[in-house]
């Protein structure tokens, strides 16, 4: 039986769980309002559970709200959770999926962008994400990675697993040229770390998703930016697994003027996944 863990979200394991259960429940809610059944048992407990018979995307968004509170919006349980103990020898955690599953859109992007080198790329809510380092370590083209996050824990952690600590060997560049660091910000202010129009490329894995718990005005400003310091040319992608007709209408209001798209990625690990692009309108 599927449980939403509402509560002692005490460390990282849980807290998957409980984003997983949230899937589950989204991916059921569009297969019952599509009409299909659900695909296997657990989203049939969670049907019965939750008595969710038919969950138009508004409904979706409003019961998912209600479930997870303000809770992803707070600083304090991201310290928490990126205070928690790390399961094997991976030292980085990531939500959604990490730099692998991500390369094949982001490399392309970086290859066709119409600007100096070293690329200047920005991830917003970066957390403990494979996804700053990966390109740092991976990426063939000089790439000026910046990781900003509002937990000083997370920061923290991936300042010290670039110069090599926790028994962890120091991250080399993938190009000689290219550049890593990652600074305590607040992804509603970037202001004093993010001059207008300086990067090519802003990456927002799930961030959006988590400020918008605490309401979308929040994450309207997370967008505005986001779009902010974006350069002229430059590509925001949003990486989720909210659907696009949820997600497109609240993406097209808050950044009229640009041009959005969205591609399906994965599915990973049996849950489908969608890049939200937010380019400039030519």
Known sequence: MVVIRLFALSHKAEFATFLLDLRLL????????EGRPCRDLQMAALRATLHVATLAAG???ALLGSLAGNCLAHRRLWDKL????????VPTFDWFFGYEEAQGLLL??????????????????????????GLYTKCPIPVDV??????????AHMNSLLEGGQDQIPLYPG????????????????????????????????????????????????????LRVLSPQGTLIQFSDEDPDVRLPCLEQGSQGWTVTVQELGPFRGIPYFAYLVQVSH
């Open 108 to 133: 392309p992007l970086l290859q066709e962008a119409r600007a100096a080198y070293p690329l200047r790329v920005l991830d917003v809510g970066c957390g403990t994400s494979s996804l700053c380092t």
């Open 146 to 155: 910046l990781g900003v996050d509002f937990s000083p824990v997370a920061v």
């Open 82 to 89: 990126h205070s928690g103990p790390r399961v094997g020898s």
């Open 26 to 33: 989204r991916e059921c809610g569009r297969h019952f309002a």
């Open 175 to 226: 190009h000689p040229a290219s550049r890593l660091q990652f600074i305590q910000a607040d992804a509603q202010d970037l202001e004093p770390v993010a001059p207008s129009g300086s990067f090519q490329l802003v990456l927002d894995k799930g961030t959006w998703d988590a400020v918008a718990r605490g309401g979308l005005p929040g994450a309207y400003q997370l967008l505005s930016e986001c």
């Open 59 to 61: 409904a979706r968004r």
